[in-house]
């Protein structure tokens, strides 16, 4: 479980399935057992407003675990961008969107603190690293 040791989260990702959660709920214990630390685990469950999902108690209940995130169920939508070949569009409002838009949110201000750097600005920035980097690469083209 060096993984687990090594990352700063580990974003553990099931959808809300008798099947999933069961195998989900094992995965978690089996970290549990191998790391003292399971503070770094992040449970986001996907497709959480599909048809015959479980609550978000149940979820708990069988996976002895928080719910960090849920991504409502969008697959009409992801479904007809695979077969045009061309994205989401991030900007349209949507409730996948959001929850997309939360989960980044949350990664980035995880960040914040640990990844303070010094912009060649002068200017102090709280960007992690690969932002600040991403912002200089569209500053330049």
Known sequence: ?????????VFLVSTPDVASLRDLARLVEYIRLSSS????LRLIVNRSTAEASLSQAQIKTATRFS?????????????????????????TKSDFNSALSLIARDIVAGRDEQCKVTD????GSSLPSPLLQLRRWVRRG
């Open 1 to 9: 479980m060096s993984i687990v040791h090594e990352a700063d989260d």
């Open 37 to 40: 630390d399971d503070s770094k």
């Open 67 to 91: 719910i960090s995130n849920m991504v409502p169920n969008n697959y009409s939508e992801l479904l007809g961008a695979i077969n045009n070949g061309s994205p989401i569009n991030p900007f």
């Open 120 to 123: 060649r600005d002068g200017g």
